[in-house]
């Protein structure tokens, strides 16, 4: 299969990476973050996540930062909803694209939404029916693609059966999570080539944690496949509270660094994103995850040019 001429990036730092960062991060600083993202043209940046506060404190303030938000026109800013009582958070705060989420592992379910993968794909058909009545576009994952940190191996029919019921009640696109980074690249392709014959690739994208080091090479195998959408992380933010010893998803730098060099159309500005990464990882106090964007920065303070 011929590699794509153009991809979509899903950023979802501010909301998959922030999430499972210690440290405490203001709205004003979130809405930074989102900002210089979107400006450095990522066509979608998740923002913030309507989910119990207890649950995941860190995503409290995603109203502050919908409502202080600058918009751009063509951007899109999903936010994460697990329920009606998200759902009408989110609109409240002028959230116009949500994001909804199972998992293809009953393990994972319960640990990270405290119900059943039949019982969260029910809690959903409201939120689904709310959405489509109010012109809301709807986003799906489906977690735990690869393997689950509870229940171990994890059925490709499984993968399947979550998505396909997504795709029932209405997301526009599936993005298929491997929550722990546990994938390898001939595990990946037998998979898309599997979830394809459900589901048009043009309507997946791939959702990668780095956790093994095996991001950068999963969204190659993926782009081999098919596949033009992949979420990933300014600075590698990240992990997921309910998938312990996960790490954060593939570097926004690192991926787009690898499609720059196969000519693919990203529209990314990657040394602002590499600058973006490097700010928020000072801010947070931790090392810059993104390979490309370290070694960007580092040539560019050299005063030369990488060779690359
Ligand atoms: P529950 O305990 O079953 O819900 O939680 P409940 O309805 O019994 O409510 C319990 C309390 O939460 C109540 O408060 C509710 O009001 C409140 P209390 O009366 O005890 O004070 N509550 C809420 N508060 C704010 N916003 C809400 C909301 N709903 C209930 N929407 C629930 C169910 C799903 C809410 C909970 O388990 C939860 O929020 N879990 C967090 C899930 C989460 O954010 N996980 C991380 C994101 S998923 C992920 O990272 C994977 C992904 O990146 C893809 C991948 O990598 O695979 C997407
Ligand atoms: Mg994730």
């Known amino acids: 299969m011929s590699l794509p001429q153009a991809v979509k990036i899903v950023e979802v730092g501010p909301r998959d990476g922030l999430q499972n960062e210690s440290a405490e991060v203001s709205a004003a600083i979130k809405i930074a973050l989102v900002e210089r993202l979107a400006a450095a043209g990522l066509a979608a940046v998740e923002a913030g996540a309507f989910v119990s506060v207890n649950k995941v404190p860190q995503m409290a303030g995603s109203r502050e930062v919908f409502q202080g938000l600058k918009r751009r026109p063509g951007t ?35 640990h990270n939404i405290a119900c059943s993968r039949a019982e969260s794909l029910e809690r959903l058909r409201d939120v689904a029916e709310a959405a489509a009545s109010r012109n809301i576009l709807m986003r799906g994952y489906v977690s735990c693609i690869a393997g689950c940190p509870y229940d171990g191996a994890i059925a490709p029919d499984d993968v399947a059966a979550m998505a396909e019921a997504l795709v029932a009640m209405g997301c526009y696109e599936i993005s298929l999570g491997d929550t722990i980074g546990v994938g390898t690249a001939g595990q990946i392709r037998k998979l898309i080539e599997h979830i394809s014959t459900h589901i048009p690739r043009e309507k997946l994208a791939m959702h990668f944690h780095d956790t093994y080091g095996q991001g950068v090479a999963n969204v190659l195998a993926s782009l081999e496949e098919g596949i033009s959408v992949f979420d990933s992380s300014v600075a590698g933010l990240g992990g997921c509270p309910f998938a312990p010893g996960a790490s954060g998803n593939v570097a926004t730098e690192d991926i787009v660094y690898l499609l720059q060099g196969l000519g693919i159309k990203t529209g990314v500005d990657l040394m602002a994103v590499a600058k973006t990464g490097d700010w928020i990882s000072g801010y947070l106090g931790r090392a810059n995850a993104a390979r490309a964007g370290t070694a960007l920065l580092a040539a560019k303070k050299n005063g030369g040019t990488h060779g690359g």
């Open 76 to 110: 899109a800013y999903p936010a994460l909803v697990p329920n009606m009582k998200g759902f009408e958070a989110a609109v409240e705060a002028g959230v116009t694209e949500i994001a909804v989420f199972v998992s293809a592992s009953e393990g994972f379910s319960q």
